[in-house]
Every structure is written in C-alpha cells, then in structure tokens.
Nanobody, 121 residues
C-alpha cells in the first residue's frame, strides 16, 4: 500500500558528502514520522535519524553534527544530507515511514529496499 524508493547511495571518499532521497507513494492517508536506518555488514540495523510530520528531528549520537534529515511533506519525500563521511558510515541505508494507509484505524511501518553507501579511499 505504501512504496518507498531510495536513491543517492554511492562510493565516496572519507570526508566527502552524499545526499540520500526517499519518496513515498501509494494509497496512504497520512505519513507520520519518516526516518533513515542503516545496517552494516554483520551488524544489526540501527536508527540514523528520524523526523516527525511537524519537523522535529532525532539523530544517533554517531552522526550528530554531520548528518541532517529533512522532509518535503508536499512531495512525501525525506532526505538525508551526509557530510564528513567516515569509513564506519559504510552500510546499506534504509528509508522508513510510519503511515496510515487503507484505514485510519492503525498506522504501520513501511521500508524501502535500501541503498548502499560506501566510504572508502
């Protein structure tokens, strides 16, 4: 009912920047929070950053001051600007949203397919 499509992953050198985008489409009535998670090889998926429909943000300590999340509610799109990238930021980045789709009774979490970010010289 809700499809999330990410883009922007790439190979970048340490200290470089990338901007990830994620667009939501489908039969959703309302999107609540949107966010970005990442999963490095052999590790559990972790929250990177999230943003509410009102614009309040939350960041993992490891990315504070380097990453910035934003969203365009009119386009149902969330962005993640990543600066001063480090090798330890290497992971598959997943977009997530919580949305009412099909019914106003309950909202559900939806996930994108992931986009690879590799930070290496």
């Amino acid at each position: 009912q809700v499809q999330l499509v990410e883009s922007g992953g790439d190979l970048v050198q340490p200290g470089g920047s990338l901007r990830l985008s994620c667009s939501a489409s489908g039969s959703m009535f309302k999107i609540n929070a949107m966010g970005w998670y990442r999963q490095a090889l052999g590790k559990q998926r972790e929250l990177v950053a999230s943003i509410t429909s009102g614009g309040s943000t939350n960041y993992a300590d490891s990315v504070k001051g380097r990453f910035a999340i934003s969203r365009d509610n009119a386009k149902n799109t969330v962005y993640l600007q990543m600066n001063s990238l480090k090798p330890e930021d290497t992971a598959v980045y997943y977009c997530n949203c919580n949305a009412f789709a099909g019914s106003w009774l309950e909202s559900y979490d939806y996930w994108g397919q992931g986009t690879q970010v590799t930070v290496s010289s």
